[in-house]
């Protein structure tokens, strides 16, 4: 980063960081260990400089920042990365939208929010597939019927801006009964598929799945919240990312997944009504 956009963007979060501590000047630099005029010159439009390490230590450590937001390299002012157990993002007593997830999907409405998801698309699942799956994970019905309807209204948001990317072998594998939803029944399955393929319809453009060759691509499961953050579901837990390189990185690598669709968004919906005929087939075999 050239080193007038980085001073660009340390003095106005440090305006922003003196704002907000209702101190006056000689006050505030007082605090960080600086005097009024080194304050002042930090501050000053003309000026391209960067304080001391020292100093933006003090800056980060009196305000409870980071260095990496201070200095415009992550979007997020606490720490560039951290771990939260899923139960504290899924479950909330309010519903859905109390819960940490919803508040970076608020956080992130009028960007592009980008996902992978680990099997049906949370907003895409019928009532049927949210009871046979949380008998499966035990996970709440409640919370995650919420998150469902959450995720729905949020797609029906005119400033909404969302990408799904998912192997097409997932959606295959479903509609054949194989694996996880070896139990669940074909009248079930082909139902799922259907609300899928209306519900596709229904939210583009503002919602887009891809559907790209599981074979020749792999990726785990994530969501990727503008430029914002990223988390990355492991199970029980979400790895959280704030920095803005590693955001960048997985949105290159979400990018990679979408130029290896071979089923575009237009294409989603009829792919998903295919499927549901063959799912009954298979059920009535």
Known sequence: MDKRDLSAIFRERLKLLLTRSDLNQSAFASAVGIDRSALSQLLSSASTRLPRAETLLNIAAEFKVSLDWLLGLSQDEGVTGEIRESLEIEEAPDGFDRTLLAKWFAEAAGTKI???????????????????????????????????????????????????????????????????????????????????????????????????????????????????????????????????????????????????????PHEAAAFARNLAGMSFASGSA
Request: with cysteine.
């Open 114 to 264: 980008r996902y992978v998801p680990a099997g049906i698309p949370d907003l895409l699942r019928t009532h049927a597939l949210v009871d046979y799956e949380a008998n499966i994970t035990n996970r709440s019905r409640l919370a995650q019927a919420s998150e469902t309807q959450y995720r729905i209204e949020y797609n029906r948001r005119p400033e909404t801006d969302m990408e799904v990317c998912m192997p097409r072998h997932t959606l295959e594998i479903f509609a054949r009964g194989l694996g996880v939803w070896d139990r669940f029944p074909a009248a079930d399955r082909q139902q799922q598929l259907a609300h899928m393929a209306t519900l596709l319809d229904d939210l583009y453009p503002t919602f887009r799945l891809f559907l790209y060759d599981g074979r020749m691509r792999y990726s785990i499961p994530l969501t990727i919240f503008g430029p914002y953050r990223a988390a990355i579901y492991v199970g029980d837990m979400y790895v959280v990312l704030n920095a803005t390189q590693p955001v960048q990185a997985l949105t290159q690598h979400f990018d990679n997944l979408i130029r290896a669709a071979d089923i575009n």
